[in-house]
């Protein structure tokens, strides 16, 4: 009923004293649901074989979890760090590469083994679509800035695939982008750009010739419009230093266009067509490490008290919620969340790495809370 995915007004799941709207778009998306595919079927396909993961396959941990169930490992965890000697990998060994990718060096040490990657790769294919556009933009001689969390696998990954083919700098938000300007502008001394970029900065940066030239991309789970507010902020920076008019911005700026994938879009779309609709508090469902749901919750924070929760378990009553607050890595516990007026209205919705279990189980648990003529399956059936 809706193609092109332009109404993003929630579902309302009307439950008398309880009001439910579930955003219209939410939870897996293409590229998660391929990987967790791959990653089942490879298990299935080869009983008694040692099957490793390069580290979390989404950032979720009940899939997580159900992979080591059965007879999955790690190899590293979300920040890198490792968890298994590579040494005790061996050719005889299946590896498979996460949704998020990998860096070149990781897979070519894994072919290096004899290992083969390419028939166990699961990277997201709009990953792999920005390491392309990375790729073309390069040639052209641009230097490449990342809008990404510079720790984030995926954007560990796309640094490594840019890197190989021209100068890359990460910017994690725009105050780095407002800093990294200044070095363009030639308001800050170029000496200081190697100690306030430490670690985010490709081999042989020199930031006298490098920044003539840029492009922006990004990781693909981040804020759209705080990619397109960095982009846009150093586009200005460009046509301001150089005095370019509109047909000669390409001179120095490169028309990347939005790098981030549909499901990122349609998600954070939806989620800003649900806050339009008056309600009590919003519930993100999600994992604590994934970044496109802490997104999320930073789009619901602006609107309503919203709780960022891993799955049902956290509602502890009524009275209760124990959630997380991404701002400061902490799980906090909450008590009279919930409105005593009725009805309540909340706004439901989870993040692309997040299981469709996970919010039906969360649904169910808040209209456990609250005294009901219909469940969930009942009011599912009319939209069936």
Not at 47 to 67: C, F, R, T
Not at 70 to 83: P, S
């Amino acid at each position: 009923m809706d193609k092109m995915k332009k109404d993003f007004t929630p579902t309302l799941l009307d439950f008398g004293p309880l009001q439910i709207y579930l955003a219209r778009h939410f939870g897996f998306c293409y590229g998660v649901e391929n990987a967790i595919e791959i990653a089942f079927r490879t298990v299935d396909e080869n009983p008694g074989k040692k099957i490793y993961l390069l580290s979390e396959m989404i950032h979720n941990p009940q899939v997580n979890a159900d992979l080591q169930l059965h007879g999955v490992d790690f190899l590293q965890d979300t920040h890198g760090k490792q968890l298994i000697p590579f040494e005790q990998v061996t050719a005889e060994d299946i590896v498979l590469i996460p949704a998020f990718g990998t860096t070149i060096a990781i897979e070519k040490m894994l072919n290096e083994k004899g290992i083969p990657t390419e028939k166990y790769n699961t990277t997201c294919p709009f990953v792999e679509k920005v390491w392309n556009r990375s790729e073309v933009i390069a040639k052209k001689n641009y230097t490449i800035v990342i809008h990404g969390k510079p720790n984030h696998e995926e954007t560990r990954a796309t640094f490594s695939h840019t890197a190989v083919n021209a100068p890359s700098v990460v910017v994690k938000d725009m105050k780095q982008a407002k800093e990294l300007a200044k070095y363009i502008t030639g308001q800050r001394k170029a000496s200081q750009f190697y100690e306030e970029f430490k670690g985010q900065y490709s081999d042989g940066f020199d930031v006298s010739k490098h920044l003539e030239r840029i492009g922006v991309v990004n990781q693909t789970t981040m804020l759209a419009s705080d990619t397109q507010a960095i982009a846009d902020f150093l586009k200005q920076t460009m046509i301001d230093k150089h005095k370019l008019s509109v047909s000669d911005t390409e001179k120095h700026f490169a028309d990347t266009r939005d790098t981030l994938c549909y499901a990122t879009n349609d998600n954070q779309g939806a989620v800003i067509g649900m806050l339009e609709t008056k309600a009590d508090i919003a519930v993100v469902v999600g994992g604590y490490n994934s970044s496109n749901t802490s997104h999320l919750v930073e789009l619901c924070e602006e609107k309503l008290p919203t709780y960022f929760i891993s799955s049902e378990e956290k509602i502890l009553s009524a009275k209760e919620i124990l959630h997380y607050n991404f701002h400061t890595k902490q799980e906090i516990l909450t008590t009279d969340y919930l409105s005593i007026k009725q009805p309540v209205k909340i706004l439901i919705t989870s993040g692309a790495s997040c299981p469709d279990a996970l919010v039906e189980g969360v649904i169910n648990k808040i209209t456990s809370l609250f005294t009901v003529e219909k469940n969930s399956s009942d009011l599912i059936e009319q939209f069936q």
